[in-house]
């Protein structure tokens, strides 16, 4: 197949087709996963700045001494909470007071502006982050290995320090990767089905173009069966008669 693909004008021009379309598909999946797992990443950043808000907000109404046990009731794998002395929040990636999730935070809980701090990961939300998950992704196939935070919510409680609210990553493992290899998979089949098409289309051209040869050198051969489609047909029609119109001069 790959000799097919090389040498002949039909083979070239699929193995063109192949590796644009292939490309296309590729790219086209990558971004519709990426798109799509944005969506959802924005969706948990929402539900964390909400669990946040609702958890000051049953901290204070409940004795401190039961704070500890109802933080950990409530943190699952994906959404962690605790008290701890400072504010987990990333310094080089807070939130700007204007963004829409810090104004979601602001409008949910009590707590004045300077004592809430919002911080987003760009490698997962911003869309430059496309470029960096595709030049350097990090893979890991433990579903606890290289888990990193995608948002973290900080709200003051006084002198028992920060409710830390953290939203973290499934994986480290690049999910758009499976998606694009499925579809490659997918697409070299396609590819494989219409190159064996391809040729048997062809064939009956190759065997015309080893009789015309054969006719030259001035060798006898049977009758071409007429195969393929009509236009090939009626090509190794003429050709046969041909070959009769010289053989009887």
Not at 90 to 111: C, G, M, Y
Request: net charge positive; glycine share 6%.
């Amino acid at each position: 197949m790959i000799g097919y693909l090389q040498k002949s004008l039909p083979g070239r021009v699929i193995g063109l087709l192949i590796l644009v379309f292939g490309l296309v598909n590729a790219a086209t999946v990558y971004i519709f996963f990426e798109e799509r797992g944005r969506a959802v990443r924005w969706t948990h950043m929402e539900d964390l700045v909400a669990r946040s808000a609702s958890m000051g907000r049953l901290l204070d109404e409940t004795p401190q001494e039961l704070h500890a046990q109802i933080l950990e009731s409530v943190s699952t794998e994906r959404f962690q909470f605790a008290i701890q002395p400072v504010a987990a929040v990333d310094v080089n990636n807070i939130a700007e007071r204007e963004h829409p999730l810090f104004t979601q935070l602001l409008a949910k809980t009590p707590s004045p502006s300077d004592q809430v701090n919002l911080s987003i990961s760009p490698r997962y939300y911003w869309c430059y982050s496309w470029i960096k998950n595709l030049l350097q992704p990090r893979f890991s196939f433990n579903k606890q290995d290289g888990r990193r935070p995608l948002a973290i919510v900080s709200i003051r409680r006084g002198d028992q320090g920060w409710l830390n609210g953290v939203l973290m990553s499934k994986s480290a493992f690049p999910g758009w990767l499976i998606a694009v290899l499925v579809a490659l998979c997918l697409f070299t089949l396609t590819v494989v089905a219409v190159v064996l098409i391809v040729r048997h289309v062809t064939r009956p051209l190759e065997v015309l173009t080893d009789a015309s040869e054969q006719f030259g050198r001035g060798e006898t051969f049977d009758l071409l069966p007429e195969q393929g489609p009509e236009d090939v047909r009626r090509t190794t029609r003429a050709f046969n008669r041909m070959r009769d119109r010289l053989e009887r001069y």
